[in-house]
């Protein structure tokens, strides 16, 4: 008997287990520019998606973010970061349309059960007294395959603090109260 199970084919042909499954990460990127409705500082960046699919499902997204050339005001500042359902640009940030949500829920924290939040809810990034912006985000929700897929989307960083949803007013459960979209980018796959 063999200690690895083998997987029978169509025609009763069988495949070494070394061949019946192929674990593989997927990439995607997304070249973040400034609004071009809203000019605020020299915004540029990069934005990072892996996710490592399995035979079985896929793991968490991680997305890596680095941003320069957001107002260096010397303080620290919450912004918030979603993924919008549109990546057309051709209106400059606001042509993206409203976050991503699939599922047509209230906007919430990315920490909140799929019923309560919108795929594209990434939270908050945060921006350093110099207008620097580097971090990693881990979400069990957005996806680079499947339903939740957000590739050809958008990215937008907003002006303000997403509040989660938490604020208490009818904004708050569909945008976060996050104000201005401060710059965005398409995501394309690598």
Known sequence: MSLFPTVSGQWGWMLPPAYTCIERPVQAVCHMVPNPNY??????GLVVFTQRITCFGHYALQVKVSVTGLPS????????????????MSRGCESMGPHFNPYRTQHGSPADPANRRHVGALGNMVKDPFG???????DNLASLVGPTSILHRGVVLHEGQDDLGRGGNEESLRTGNSGRRLACCYIQPL
Not at 39 to 44: D, K
Not at 73 to 88: L, R
């Open 39 to 44: 000019q605020v500082g020299n915004i540029q």
């Open 132 to 138: 620097n912006m580097q971090g990693a985000i881990f």
């Open 73 to 88: 005001d010397g303080n620290w500042t919450y912004h918030g970061f979603h993924v919008h359902e549109s990546g057309d």
